[in-house]
């Protein structure tokens, strides 16, 4: 299984509760997006189910344990992992997890278990559970099986039922920090040169799963795009009407969701420079950018239109 770097101190709250003998039944995985929350989820849902790895330190069991051949093979008996489907066209993600997933985890509890006394869940994101999906999985936070194992990972966990936080243990992981950033990278893609795996950790902010994805989209180009029209405002705004045509095109979906992704972000940078009324003024473009990312995918928003629109808040800063 791919190594885990950092989250060091998640690592030892959870190995905390396993080595007691009392690990709590379900745990809310929180944190930014990219930084390692379901492979953390994951390895940790295979260290449980693996008892016969001994008392190994951190979460990783050898590749060669029963239990990681089949985790890695999709056939671990004692585990499901939810998830949103792909569509009929195969290229799309249905929006939700639906109350039928869920439901279908009673086929995992209808039965002993089979090479451990536990069975475990993985949830990934939590965020994306349909109204009734939450109900349904509520039953089970509240009335858990015997031995029963939940890793719910979540992006904003203050948008859950306070029914399903209050019945988890939290668990923050948080970004990290650039010597970590760099293994990660380093150990995922081991052909990039030490300035690619620099750009792309400078570029993404403590999430490796961003930088990845971020690798050749000329993320540094978009970059240079965003400085240019935070320092003059873009008055003609022909600089943020040439990113949107740009970024309109089919062919240039994944550097559209980069920008998306990464413009909140460079406004909270450049919020960080400034003070008094000029602090206030970028928070709020700060707010209003994260708001516009958070929807433009999910509600399929014009492209080029919300380009232009996100150009125009990252322009502002100049003003404030």
Request: glycine share 6%; hydrophobic share 45%; proline share 6%.
């Amino acid at each position: 299984m791919t190594l885990l770097h950092g989250h060091d101190e998640a690592i030892a709250a959870f190995r905390a509760g396993l080595d007691s003998g009392r690990l709590h039944h379900a745990w809310l995985i929180s944190g930014p997006q990219g930084i390692g929350k379901a492979l953390f989820a994951r390895k940790a849902a295979l260290r449980v189910l693996a008892q016969g790895a001994g008392a190994r330190p951190g979460l990783d069991v050898p590749d060669d344990h029963p239990a990681a051949k089949l985790m890695a093979a999709g056939s671990h008996p004692d585990f499901m992992a939810l998830e949103r489907l792909p569509k009929d066209n195969g290229t799309e993600l249905a929006r939700s997890i639906t109350v039928a997933q869920v439901r279908g985890l009673s086929r995992l509890f209808s039965t002993t278990s089979s090479l451990s006394p536990w069975r475990a869940v993985l949830i990934d994101s939590v965020d994306d559970l349909e109204p009734a999906g939450a109900n349904a999985l509520l039953k089970s936070l509240e009335e858990p099986p015997p031995h029963s194992l939940f890793l719910l990972v979540s992006h904003a966990p203050e948008r859950l039922l306070p029914t399903i936080r209050s019945r988890c243990r939290l668990l923050r992981l948080n970004r990290l920090g650039r010597s970590d950033m760099e293994k990660a990278l380093a150990t995922a893609i081991p052909d990039a040169t030490p300035r690619e795996i620099a750009a792309l950790a400078e570029a993404s902010d403590g999430a490796p799963g961003r930088a990845l994805a971020y690798r050749g989209l000329d993320v540094d180009k978009i970059d240079a795009a965003m400085q240019a029209m935070a320092k003059t405002g873009d008055p003609t705004n022909e600089k943020r009407a040439e990113l949107a045509q740009s970024l309109a095109l089919k062919a240039a979906q994944p550097r559209y969701e980069a920008f998306l992704a990464r413009a909140p972000s460079f406004i909270a940078v450049e919020a960080r420079k400034r003070r008094g009324p000029a602090l206030a003024e970028a928070l709020t473009l700060w707010e209003q950018a994260s708001q516009l990312s958070a929807i433009a995918v999910r509600q399929s928003l014009d492209a080029q239109a919300t380009a232009f629109e996100m150009g125009g808040l990252i322009a502002g800063l100049a003003k404030a």
